[in-house]
């Protein structure tokens, strides 16, 4: 079942989230990695900003969340996680493709170079790459992250971003 997580889920998500970036560990760059890899604090912002988790529940047990964050004219894809133990078992395919649902808008999602499985994930679902140059651009336009992260970070949009009546530049890709 997937449904919208409550307040009182905070600490679930929390530990889904610092369970499942674990996989970036020795993988990102070191000085971008740190543990826990989103404080409470980080968490607490993110959710204030407008990130709302959705999750992915069986047997009355949260495995994996996702977030989205509507942002100006797109929908972003925040912090997309499902637990270790649970990988590569269609439940990231379900979050997504349940969450693509839920927005008319063009959706982008940001990820580090280096999370080769989530760039193929991403791209497995019809999401393409933007150029080093769009992605700075859209990272600007749409996040509030670190000049470090920007450098390290990919950008991925759905097709929607390049239809005619689609919101935003149509730009290059790669
Ligand atoms: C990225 C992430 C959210 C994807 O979630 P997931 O539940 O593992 O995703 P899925 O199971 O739907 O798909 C992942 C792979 O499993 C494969 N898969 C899906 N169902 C499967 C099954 N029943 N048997 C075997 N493989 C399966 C998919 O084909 C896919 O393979 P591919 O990447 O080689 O194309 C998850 O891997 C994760 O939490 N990673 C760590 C954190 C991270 O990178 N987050 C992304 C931040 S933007």
Redesign the pocket.
Known sequence: MIRRCDSSEFETIYAIIND?????KGVIPADCWKEPYMSEDELRHEMAEGVLFWA?EEDGELI?V?GIQQVQDVAL????????F???????????SFLRGRTTRPLL????AD?V??I?????HGFRLVSPEEKNRLLKKYWSVPERQMDTSVVLVDPKWFEPDSRGPHSSME
């Open positions: 499942a970036a674990q996989a970036y992915y994996g996702m894809i925040r912090h997309a996680y499902v637990h270790t649970r990988r590569n078992q269609g439940i990231g395919a379900k979050l997504l999602i940001g990820t580090w999370a499985w989530a193929r994930f991403y791209v497995k």
